[in-house]
T-cell receptor, first 112, second 114 residues
Framework: DTGVSQDPRHKITKRGQNVTFRCDPI?????LYWYRQTLGQGPEFLTY????????KSRLLSDRFSAERPKGSFSTLEIQRTEQGDSAMYLC??????????FGSGTRLTVV | AQSVTQPDIHITVSEGASLELRCNYS??????LFWYVQSPGQGLQLLLK??????LVQGIKGFEAEFKRSQSSFNLRKPSVHWSDAAEYFC????????????FGGGTRLMVKP
């Protein structure tokens, strides 16, 4: 059990560019979650997968955001045409379906 | 819809003193409650969780929390704070223990004086 891994740890991008983040969950966890955390706030739910199925999406997840978990293992979160308001920490977590989540260390996105 | 309120944005305590961080929740059914800790620039670490049963829950690092249904509260406590406890603490409520969406409070930043 190596925990939840997120890559990259930091990403600086210019406004208008596309970015993609990757999350590798704990291998036996079938649930995977994405959260967004802005400075001084608690994390806010974006979306979650059970295996490869995306079961829930927040209204925070605009059309510019898309998440996939093609084989029920790792997941990617893509943001198209980034805006300064997208600057945040993007947290991934996984869960075996019972109990609390295990969070990754996050990807900090800065849009300049 | 569920919600969580952490009334204290910042708390400063002296090392060795006791600590209580407040958390109030709103949820229509039996809540599943969590406390997480976050160090600067890091992800969140689970301290403890409550699903059912004994309302006093023990967690890691010497923390405990008590679920009080009548007060809709789940306060976090530690009898003697260490300098390494300085961090941000988040309370969260979940829709079920099957791991659906968590709603987090705004967090309490704990500072520890030597």
């Amino acid at each position: 059990d190596t925990g939840v891994s997120q890559d990259p740890r930091h990403k600086i991008t210019k406004r208008g560019q596309n970015v993609t983040f990757r999350c590798d969950p704990i291998s036996e966890h079938n649930r995977l979650y994405w959260y967004r955390q802005t400075l001084g706030q608690g994390p806010e739910f974006l979306t979650y997968f059970q295996n490869e199925a995306q079961l829930e999406k927040s209204r925070l997840l605009s059309d510019r955001f898309s998440a996939e978990r093609p084989k029920g293992s790792f997941s990617t979160l893509e943001i198209q045409r980034t805006e300064q308001g997208d600057s945040a920490m993007y947290l991934c977590a996984s869960s075996p379906g019972t109990g609390g989540y295990t969070f990754g260390s996050g990807t900090r996105l800065t849009v300049v | 819809a569920q919600s969580v309120t952490q009334p204290d944005i910042h708390i400063t305590v002296s090392e060795g003193a006791s600590l209580e961080l407040r958390c109030n929740y709103s949820y229509g059914a039996t809540p599943y409650l969590f406390w997480y800790v976050q160090s600067p620039g890091q992800g969140l670490q689970l301290l403890l969780k409550y699903f059912s049963g004994d309302t006093l829950v023990q967690g890691i690092k010497g923390f405990e929390a008590e679920f009080k249904r009548s007060q809709s509260s789940f306060n976090l406590r530690k009898p003697s704070v260490h300098w390494s406890d300085a961090a941000e603490y988040f309370c969260a409520v979940g829709a079920s223990n099957a791991g659906n969406m968590l709603t987090f409070g705004g967090g309490t930043r704990l500072m520890v004086k030597p």
